[in-house]
């Protein structure tokens, strides 16, 4: 009786004080009927900024200072305006990204001062990039639990309260090692063995949860191992690929720490940029699923390491196996299968491993030219 008198109750707050809630209509059937899973207090002045309201959205991107964030803010500020993109993290962001376009002070872990941020900056897209990724979740599982599963809910309550549009990356380690492997489809057994991917089907499922009860505009891509030059990754089972630029071109030896014919799916990190915005862009009747699986290529460190060669061809590569990244390789999957992607929104990867390898040479080569010019 009182679970159907506090439902009840919300459901009468969202009829009568919904339209600022601004996700769907209200003459819709119950399931669409948007209101608020975390009830908002009377004091709160929000009002969701419809997207017919402004030329571009607002975007508000978190843990926008790890290996991916400030490249997304580049290519989000290109599209949309300079101040329309606010980077925020918990950690201090460099000179240059500082200087770059708004950057504000956010943990996800603490809701009102995400409130505060999403009403002040009148948001309208959320990218939500914070996150402890897989070895580095094994290696600190509460910080992990806390940041990756209770910071998704505060990020999913205020996207939903506020009618943002969400996105929130998934990943190949949202698989297990009861998941076919070669190649592995978006619909499938799902029983990972890491807190990183435990977290990661839980924000799959609870975003497309959200999406069903509330009408939250969540949209999803599970993303392969990123490659990219100028940022670093931040402590995963894949980081070893884009350690081996690094020290070919410091040292011309590399210490890999998978074996060498364990494959994974990777992807250069402007294809991944490129395929957020893509779905973030996508018109709603186009997306099927709100998950996607992506991929561009598969590779093992080995064929790393020779297509490296090619160029490099004193580069030395030797093996001293982690035996914890290891074992969350040897779980993930080997090929992914991202038919879905391309037929429903036309997606379509730019670089194979041999435009890989040319572009993060070249953009080392940029940097030691201009390094020695200086
Ligand atoms: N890089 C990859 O290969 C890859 C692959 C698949 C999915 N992803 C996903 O993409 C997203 C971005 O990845 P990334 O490689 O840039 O990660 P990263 O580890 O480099 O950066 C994560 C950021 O989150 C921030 N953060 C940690 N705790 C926080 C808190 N309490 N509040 C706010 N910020 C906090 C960190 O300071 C860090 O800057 C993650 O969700 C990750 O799971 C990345
Ligand atoms: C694959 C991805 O999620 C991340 N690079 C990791 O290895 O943890």
Redesign the pocket.
């Known amino acids: 009786m009182p679970v159907i008198r506090t439902l009840s109750k919300v459901a009468q707050q969202a009829l009568l004080g919904t339209p600022g809630c601004g996700c769907q209509p209200l003459t819709v059937a119950v399931r669409s009927i948007s209101f608020s899973p975390r009830q908002v207090t009377s004091d709160a002045s929000f009002h969701s900024v419809s997207f017919s309201e402004t030329d571009h959205p607002k975007v508000l991107i978190?843990?926008?200072?790890?290996?991916?964030?400030v490249g997304l803010a580049k290519l989000l500020r290109k599209r949309f305006g300079k101040n329309n993109v606010i980077l925020?993290?918990?950690?201090k962001p460099s000179s240059n990204v500082y200087h770059s376009g708004p950057f504000i002070y956010?943990?996800?872990?603490d809701y009102k001062n995400l409130r505060e941020i999403v009403v002040n900056n009148r948001i309208t897209w959320l990218v939500?990039?914070?996150?402890?990724?897989s070895a580095v979740g094994e290696a600190n599982v509460a910080l992990a639990r806390s940041?990756n599963i209770t910071?998704l809910h505060n990020i999913l309550d205020i996207a939903a309260e506020h009618g943002l549009r969400l996105f929130v990356?998934?990943?190949?380690?949202a698989f297990g090692p009861t998941s076919p492997r070669n190649p592995t489809p978006d619909l499938c057994v799902q029983r990972p063995r890491t807190i990183?991917g435990v977290s990661?089907v839980h924000a799959e499922l609870m975003g497309e949860y959200y999406h069903h009860r509330y009408g939250l505009d969540f949209r999803c891509l599970r993303?392969?191992?990123?490659i990219s030059a100028d940022s670093q990754?931040?402590?995963?089972t894949?980081d070893y690929a884009v350690q081996i630029f690094h020290d070919a071109i410091k040292t011309g030896k590399f210490e890999c720490n998978l074996k060498p014919d364990t494959r994974l799916p990777m992807m250069y990190i402007d294809d991944c940029l490129r395929a957020t915005l893509e779905v973030m862009e996508a018109p709603a009747d186009t997306l099927s699923m709100r998950t996607y699986n992506i991929n561009a290529m598969s590779f093992t460190p080995e064929e790393l390491a020779q297509e490296l060669q090619k160029q490099m061809p004193e580069l030395e590569v030797t093996y001293d196996v982690d035996h914890v990244r290891q074992a969350i390789a040897d779980s993930w999957p080997m090929n992914f299968d991202d038919s879905n992607a391309r037929k429903d929104w036309g997606w379509k990867h730019d670089y194979d491993l041999p435009e890989l390898v040319q572009t993060m040479l070249n953009y080392f080569g940029a940097e030691t030219r201009m390094a020695r010019a200086n």
């Open positions: 978190t843990g926008g200072l790890g290996q991916l964030g925020s993290d918990i950690r956010s943990d996800i872990l939500h990039y914070s996150a402890l990724l940041v910071g990356p998934s990943t190949i380690g990183y990661k993303y392969p191992g990123i990754p931040g402590g995963g894949t």
